[in-house]
């Protein structure tokens, strides 16, 4: 890693993986991703909060996986009233500013990335 903006940006990337991830090995690849970002930047307080995040959540999914291993195959769940492949038809969802701060969502840190 060069520099921090490049660090980030592989974090961010990492992050919109995780819960793509169909099977444990490519948990493993992300995972080792983040070690490197992590031991690039020892000294930045911040970044490590952010890949200590991450981690977890890698972690999670592992278990998540581990414990049904048909979980990461799964289609995502349809809007209701449509077939097949979904339609321009479908409600709106609202913003997050309309829902507002939900329990359990992820916050983002400074970085732009989640946090649990």
Same mark, same amino acid.
């Given at each position: 890693?060069?520099?921090?903006?490049?660090? !980030?940006?592989? =974090?961010?990337?990492?992050?919109? @993986?995780?819960?793509?991830?169909?099977? =444990?090995?490519? !948990?493993?690849? !992300?995972?080792?991703?983040?070690?490197?970002? &992590?031991?690039?930047?020892? #000294?930045?307080? #911040? !970044?490590?909060?952010?890949?200590?995040?991450?981690?977890? &959540?890698?972690?999670?999914?592992? %278990? &998540? =996986?581990?414990?049904? /291993? #048909?979980?990461? &195959?799964?289609? *995502?769940? %349809? *809007?209701?009233? $449509?077939?097949?492949?979904?339609?321009?038809?479908?409600? /709106?969802? /609202? $913003?997050?500013?309309?829902?507002?701060? $939900?329990?359990? @969502?992820?916050?983002?840190?400074?970085?732009?990335?989640?946090?649990?």
């Amino acid at each position: 890693m060069r520099d921090i903006a490049t660090a !980030l940006q592989e =974090l961010k990337w990492v992050e919109t @993986r995780i819960d793509e991830a169909q099977d =444990l090995e490519s !948990l493993r690849s !992300l995972y080792q991703r983040v070690q490197t970002v &992590r031991r690039s930047f020892p #000294d930045d307080f #911040d !970044l490590q909060l952010s890949v200590a995040d991450l981690q977890e &959540r890698l972690i999670d999914r592992g %278990r &998540r =996986l581990r414990e049904n /291993p #048909d979980e990461g &195959r799964r289609e *995502p769940a %349809r *809007p209701e009233g $449509t077939k097949g492949i979904w339609s321009d038809t479908t409600a /709106p969802r /609202p $913003t997050a500013d309309a829902r507002g701060p $939900t329990p359990g @969502r992820h916050q983002t840190n400074r970085f732009g990335l989640s946090s649990s």
